[in-house]
């Protein structure tokens, strides 16, 4: 009889790293009743496609062609939806600030022009960059690590907003060493940031398909499916069960217990079934709750990775206008503190429109103003977010009527943060792991990534040290 392999967590890490797995048996084990995780895709009365959670998929560097890959294998060719090279969508980025919005520059032309909000061409940011000495500490957190090289302004405004639109976190309390992993790596290795990015990390071997080849020639920025992003785990589940893998819905782990020969029982409400080997794509904080008494110093390193939550209020509006086009803008903590960004999803994906075709932008919702709400203990009421999402669009963008339609969805916990220090929790769980030589394997969000492709990756490598090999999916 072959090894059991149990995957805890039906979201895209989960569902990766059980397609990746081509050990005979393997369970996967979700609490909710649909697979996908924060990937879900609603439709509106007239068709258009609502994301709940990511939008876009990016396909650029070796993770986003495996992810392109992935999407060939499952014959999802043709419900692609590209944003190429040429596209407002791809090539405009905006930032609110002062009560304006304010293209990002792009190109040697617009660093050396004066871009407001910044006082001055970011060329000169650029040139300081060049002449810093590399950094000594361990870790930093974004907003030391961008003032030190790159200035106040571009730690307060740039670097605040990245933080904001891809954490919904806090740029004085991330990690750049885990956040942005390149930026550090760039410093260590040629002690700037520009240098190293323009002198790479050397190529690393990417896959090579008839898509992977349109994305390059055509430079897209992004992409996503006709019918939404959550097509993409709807397709990886029906290729899970076509190759006889059980998928259990709507059934919570409720803990995890190591048998006299090494093997797992997972405890599920009513049952428990037993495992050779543990894929955990669940939270890192969730699954620190399950483990066994004898994985204490384990279950604290992974406790000490946290999340925050996230509102994403989706408008549509029929016969309205954006002031401007692009993928959409971001919003510093100075100038809002709940108010993360806009997305203007109708510039980008046109064709989710709907019919009649309507404007949907999303406003994403977070930040100290909401964690300030959620320990206040106040209610947190759709009607709250609803109204500040629609003042946002209004004062940001001029889209004073009333949408035709609207969606609010509070998202608890929703995106992990990786805080200063997070590599040392990662280092402490690593050295557990092998010390006790569990058979349980990290996977998902909160470890070392949280866009889908780093997703994907986890769940790929977590079947690579399953299987001792590389995987074919
Ligand atoms: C609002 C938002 C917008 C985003 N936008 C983008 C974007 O545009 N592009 C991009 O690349 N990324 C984006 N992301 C990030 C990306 O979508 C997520 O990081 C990724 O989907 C997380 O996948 P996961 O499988 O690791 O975790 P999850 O999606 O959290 O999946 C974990 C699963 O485990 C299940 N589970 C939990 N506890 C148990 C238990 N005890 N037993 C069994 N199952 C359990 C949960 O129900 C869930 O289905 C966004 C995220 C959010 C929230």
New binding site residues.
């Given amino acids: 009889m072959g090894r059991t392999v149990v995957v ?8 990766a790293g059980a397609s990746f797995n081509a050990l005979p048996i393997s369970i996967k ?4 009743e649909r ?5 879900r895709s609603v439709r509106g009365p007239n068709g258009a496609i609502f ?8 396909p650029a560097g070796a993770l986003g062609a495996r992810t392109l890959l992935l999407v060939s294998e499952l014959g999802l060719d043709s419900e692609v939806l590209p944003v190429r090279g040429d596209h407002p969508a791809a090539q405009n980025r905006f930032l609110y600030v002062g009560g304006a919005l304010h293209a990002l520059p792009t190109g040697l032309r617009g660093l050396l022009r004066p871009s407001p909000p910044f006082s001055k061409p970011l060329f000169w940011a650029g040139l300081r960059e060049l002449t810093k000495p590399r950094g000594k500490e361990p870790d930093e957190t974004v907003h030391s690590f961008a003032q030190r090289r790159l200035g106040p302004e571009v730690a307060s405004l740039a670097m605040d907003s990245l933080c904001r639109g891809v954490f ?1 976190g806090n740029s004085r309390e991330l990690s750049i060493r885990s956040c942005f992993p390149s930026l550090f790596q760039a410093e260590q290795t040629h002690r700037s940031i520009l240098l190293g990015l323009l002198l790479g990390a050397g190529r690393t071997p990417q896959p090579d398909s008839a898509l992977i080849r349109q994305a390059l020639a055509e430079r897209w920025s992004q992409w996503s499916l006709r019918g939404g992003l959550e097509m993409l785990p709807q397709a990886l589940e029906t290729h899970l069960t076509s190759r006889g893998v059980s998928v259990l819905r709507g ?4 803990g995890l217990s190591l048998q006299a020969e090494g093997r797992w029982k997972v405890s599920l409400r009513d049952s428990s079934l037993e495992a050779d080997h543990v894929i955990s ?3 890192a904080s ?1 699954l620190s709750e ?1 483990l066994p008494a004898e994985a204490a110093p384990l279950a604290r390193a992974l406790s000490a990775i946290t999340a925050v939550s ?1 509102a ?1 209020v989706n408008l549509q509006y029929q016969g309205a206008h954006l002031p401007v086009q692009g993928f959409g803008h971001l919003v510093p903590s100075s100038e809002d503190p709940g108010v993360l960004g806009i997305v203007y999803d109708s510039v980008a994906f046109p064709e989710q429109d709907g019919s009649p075709p309507g404007l949907r932008v999303t406003v ?1 919702l977070g930040g100290s103003w909401l964690q300030t709400l959620e320990a206040s203990g106040c209610v947190l009421s759709q009607e709250l977010f609803q109204q500040r999402a629609q003042e946002a669009a209004a004062t940001q963008l001029g889209l004073k009527e009333m949408p035709s339609h609207c969606l609010v969805h509070l ?1 608890k916990n ?3 943060q990786y805080t200063l220090g997070h590599w040392q929790k990662l280092e402490s769980a690593r050295q557990f792991l092998t010390a006790h030589r569990l058979p349980l394997t990290l ?4 470890y070392e990534g ?6 994907i990756e ?1 769940g790929r490598q977590a079947a690579v040290s399953v299987l001792g090999t590389e995987p074919n999916s």
């Fill in positions: 805890l967590g039906g979201g895209i890490s989960g569902l084990m979700e609490s909710s697979l996908g995780g924060w990937i994301e709940l959670g990511p939008r876009g998929i990016r919904a059934q919570p782990v409720c794509a669940i939270p969730v399950l996230v994403v994403m998202h929703c995106i992990p996977a998902g969000a909160s949280v866009a889908v492709n780093d997703c986890s």
